[in-house]
């Protein structure tokens, strides 16, 4: 089989990120079975990273192969890329380490959130991104890809006893927590009172031996007894006969806050042509964070402050749309493309990142000590360095620049190229023989 070529480049290094068995595995998963136009796994991976890292087209991806290889068309490249999607799936989750480790006893902050993908042409939703990331050290730590049919959900996610999750309002569902929770994680979710019910217990009945009668929590009343001042509240959550015990930690806004936070709500009735109601209005005023996490180890100061420090995620999903373009299909929904570009792209981020922490160990980036920067500019440079490395990988070779030329060119149709008329063309002949041009 050839072999790579020995190049000191930015894309000798991104192959250098990848498990060390990328060759096997194109073998194991058929993405490559036997050297033909494409020659070596290396090869092919280089093509996977012109379509999905740099987002050229196929013909392009194909005048870059014929520059040279020799001629290959469009459609032979499509062929290739379609098989490399089980590949490039391996590659991502091998980048992304997502081997189950062993529970050392200690907490680890995971933030989760979603993003959306639209193929060309759509305004709704066509594929959404499940992403996870390590709130210490920034890391993308896990990316799941699903259709627009699939909601939110903590299966999507490899998490394990331990585990401290950051969750937005989206999660308010008992059925998505509790089998988390039962596993030995533990939850920071911003809570929603008009979406999911709390209980306490309630001390004017009598329940059954051993079973402490519960009863729904009205927070319009609890919050009250705060006088608005910070504070918590022990609570049930619950789902059928099961019931586990959270804290339900309030903090009133400041002033100014809870009257934007008044508009805002009384602005999303009126949208609705419905008129807020006053329980709404004063829940607004409040952020109520729910977690499993007892107050000895986060009050509610802290928990709250926690909570806020989630939008970390918001900025590494930014990161990604608009250094790396992740959410720019190029492919029509279900196909074998769309697939292959959407991890291919999170596969060129994911080693992106891991060779920004790599480069610059030094970089004061992580969360748990003052900060000296962010990795915006970090995955600017790296970007750009991968994208000439991709392109400088193999050299082009005189001999094949018909080869790329027949390769670039379009293809056969009935509506021809626009060119000058044929009057024009022998004006310009006649006027040529009299001297009187500069054609």
Not at 57 to 62: F, T, V
Not at 237 to 266: E, N, V
Request: charge should be positive.
């Amino acid at each position: 089989m050839p072999q790579p070529p020995t190049l000191d480049n930015c894309f000798e290094t991104f192959v250098q990120a990848l498990p060390a068995d990328y060759v096997e595995l194109a073998y194991e998963f058929k993405a490559f079975e036997r050297a033909r136009k494409v020659t070596s796994p290396y090869q092919l991976l280089h093509i996977v990273l012109l379509y999905c890292g740099l987002d050229l087209s196929l013909r392009s991806c194909a005048g870059e192969v014929a520059q040279h290889q020799g001629y290959i068309s469009d459609t032979a490249i499509q062929k290739r890329l379609a098989a490399c999607v089980p590949w490039v799936k391996a590659l991502l989750s091998g980048v992304f380490g997502l081997e189950r480790v062993v529970n050392s006893g200690s907490l680890r902050f995971v933030v989760i959130d979603g993003s959306t993908v639209q193929e060309p042409g759509a305004t709704e939703t066509t594929y959404r991104l499940h992403i996870a990331i390590d709130l210490i050290n920034l890391s993308v730590r896990q990316v799941t890809v699903t259709t627009d049919k699939v909601g939110e959900h903590l299966d999507h996610y490899q998490l394990d006893e331990g585990d401290v999750v950051l969750i937005d309002r989206g999660y308010n569902q008992p059925k998505t927590l509790m089998p988390f929770l039962d596993r030995g994680g533990e939850i920071v979710l911003r809570y929603n009172a008009h979406s999911m019910n709390l209980y306490e217990v309630d001390t004017t009945a009598c329940g059954e031996a051993g079973q402490e009668p519960l009863l729904k929590v009205d927070w319009e009343s609890r919050l009250k007894t705060l006088n608005g001042q910070p504070g918590y509240f022990p609570v049930y959550l619950c789902q059928g006969q099961q019931r586990i015990p959270m804290y339900l930690h309030a903090m009133p806004l400041p002033p100014a806050q809870a009257a934007k936070a008044r508009r805002q709500a009384q602005q999303r009735a009126k949208n609705k042509s419905k008129q807020a109601r006053e329980r709404t209005l004063f829940l607004s005023e409040w952020v109520l964070v729910l977690t499993s996490v007892p107050p000895a180890l986060l009050d509610t100061e802290a928990v709250t402050a926690l909570y806020r420090v989630r939008w970390q995620v918001e900025i590494v999903i930014k990161r990604l749309k608009s250094l790396l373009q992740v959410d720019e299909l190029r492919a029509k929904k279900d196909s074998s493309l769309a697939d292959l570009y959407l991890h291919g792209k999170l596969l060129y981020a994911a080693v992106t990142a891991k060779l920004a922490i790599q480069r610059w160990p030094q970089a004061q980036r992580t969360l748990d000590a003052p900060r000296q920067l962010t990795d915006w500019r970090l995955w600017r440079s790296l970007a750009d360095e991968l994208k000439a490395g991709v392109k400088a990988c193999f050299a082009p070779k005189p001999q094949f620049a018909a080869d790329y030329l027949k390769s670039v060119a379009e293809r056969s149709r009935k509506r021809q190229l626009q060119s000058l008329p044929d009057d024009v063309h022998r004006l310009i002949e006649r006027c040529r023989q009299l001297g009187l041009s500069h054609l």
